[in-house]
Structures are given as C-alpha cells and as structure tokens.
C-alpha cells in the first residue's frame, strides 16, 4: 500500500485533536492531486461509498485539518517577476505597518520576521515598469525606514500545500 503521508501531513497528525487514518491521507492526497476531484470518483478511487467520502471530507474541513482552494500559477497569470521585499520600520510599530501594507494591491503575503528586517512582503509583477512602481508604494508607507528587494530569478520549489488557514 502508498504510504501517503508526507511531511505536511504528519505534521498535522501531531498537532491536530482530529485523529486521521490512512483513508484521511488517501482523500487528502487525492485532493492534493486534483483539488476538483468528485466525491463519486474519490469513492471510486478508495473502494468507498460516495456517502463516506463526503462525510470524511467535510469532518476534515470542519476541523480546519484541510482545505481545498484554488492555487494560481503567477506565471499563467503573466507576472514574470517574484519579488521578497524586505522591510525595515521606524517611527511605528511592525504590526501597523504590517497592515498597511497587506492593504497594497499586488501583496499576497506579508510576514513579521525576526533578522536584518521587520517585515517580509511577497510579491509579484509583471515587467519592469510594474516592479518599480510595487518598491515605490511599499517605500512610501509610513514607517517604512528601507526596503531590501529580492527577485526570485528561478523558483525551485513553492510548496503551496503547506498554508495558515485565517
């Protein structure tokens, strides 16, 4: 038998009250592979009723073991460019700054982080004239003291399976 497992999953398997069995890893795996799977060929897949399926699904969405969304490639959406920026603050506090900038368009993740920076922001744009506009809003938030660009020239892996639930 696959061993489904990998290190997302057993992790949760030691952080989550909800207790899984290999079938949970089979539906995740499943789901991981083709989140629009259908519950009729889960069942199929998993010598299951669809009626199991579907009931082992919403118990591991409810307990926010698992869930499924949609993942766009950026660069099937035309942005050519991946950018980590980090942030230095000054005169306000990290949180707030924070705030502001998971407000600008065009951020996806904004993370306070322990280093040479207060704040990480990830990016995206999709030529040049769209990056140079993205450093000149983030500089131009208040508190930010200095912005530290990092483009990604080749992305080797983004494990987009491994996510906070808000």
Excluded: C
Excluded at 53 to 64: A, F, H, I, T
Excluded at 126 to 146: I, N, P, W
């Amino acid at each position: 038998m696959t061993d489904y497992r990998d290190s997302v999953s057993s992790r949760i398997a030691t952080t989550q009250s909800t207790n899984l069995d290999d079938i949970d890893y089979q539906i995740i795996a499943l789901l991981r592979s083709d989140g629009r799977m259908p519950y009729r060929a889960l069942a199929k897949e998993l010598d299951l009723t669809e009626a199991t399926v579907r009931s082992r699904v919403k118990r591991l969405e409810d307990s926010e073991t698992m869930r499924v969304v949609a993942v766009t490639d950026i660069q099937a959406a035309g942005f050519g460019m991946l950018l980590a920026v980090g942030i230095q603050v000054e005169g306000r506090s990290a949180l707030l700054v924070s705030e502001d900038l998971a407000a600008v368009e065009g951020v996806y993740s904004v993370s306070q982080v322990v280093g040479t920076h207060d704040i990480e922001v990830l990016t995206v744009a999709d030529g040049q004239a769209a990056l140079d506009a993205m450093l000149k809003t983030l500089a131009s938030v208040s508190g930010v003291r200095k912005i530290m660009p990092a483009m990604a020239i080749d992305v080797l892996k983004n494990q987009a399976n491994w996510v906070p639930f808000d």
